[in-house]
């Protein structure tokens, strides 16, 4: 791919994910649980691992998280996603390359790995394992919108496939 | 889907299932503990009826303990999760509030010490 190109593509995928990440938070999506949200930029990142290099999905990732901190969180809020970024990742990049799972178990076990990565950063924050609480609501909340995500990227992706001009 | 994505799915929910069991005892607990980076600074009874100011160097917390549940009331920290948060009344639970490392949990085993504050 020409590098212009690739700027571009890029370039377009971050935006997407940061619109995506923008729209979430206009959701209400809160049960009292710390840390429970809708990944819906998770959508992008699947796509860009199913079509583009996995270092360029990481590079929309890293440049969506530091972006979106800056924009609508803080400094605290960047360090937990990149955490709960890097393990996401660390799990859908080799599932999205083998054959056996589709987007939709790779998003799931995304959601489930973002959201035990983050734990383990809150654990060593407040320094207790008292965090250990909210293990099973943050795996089931993980699980439940990794697999609506992870629906939607597959459909995403499927119909993309379809269109010419996405070669890639 | 494929049929390792259902795997996926029943790993998730067996790991939730075990760490649910393992957590959650279901008992009412009997004290609550504030723990301010790591240490225990005071501990209330549960049918105590009170408010109490959380002081730390980033910020500080009011924890309201009335009727056998406990919430956090107030807060200066930035992203008010601490407050949003459930009442809390069985063993086990706890608020967080990671922005002043504050954790606001119950125990089951009764204190001898009431509203103690080291």
Known sequence: MKKSRRAAFLGIFCALALILGYLESLIPFNFGVPGMKLGMANIIIVFALYFMKPVDAALINLARIIINGLLFGSVFSIIFSIFGALFSFAVMWPMSRSEKFSPVGVSAAGGVAHNIGQLVVACFVVGAVQVVYYIPVLIISGLVTGVVMGIIAMFVIKNIKRIKFFSI | ?118
């Open chain 2, 1 to 118: 889907m494929k049929k390792l994505d259902f795997l996926i799915i029943a790993i998730a929910l067996i790991l939730a299932g075990i760490f649910l069991l393992i957590t959650i005892n279901g008992k009412r607990g009997e004290s609550v503990e504030i723990v301010v980076d790591g240490e225990v600074t005071a501990v209330f009874t549960l049918d105590s009826d009170t408010e109490y100011r959380v002081d730390t160097p980033e910020g500080w917390n009011i924890v309201k303990i009335h009727g056998g549940t406990v919430s956090v009331i107030e807060s200066d920290c930035p992203n008010q999760i601490c407050v949003k948060h459930k009442e809390i009344s069985k063993s086990g639970e706890s608020i967080i509030c990671l922005p002043h490392k504050i954790i606001v949990r119950i125990t089951g085993t009764n204190q001898e010490t009431d509203a103690l504050i080291n």
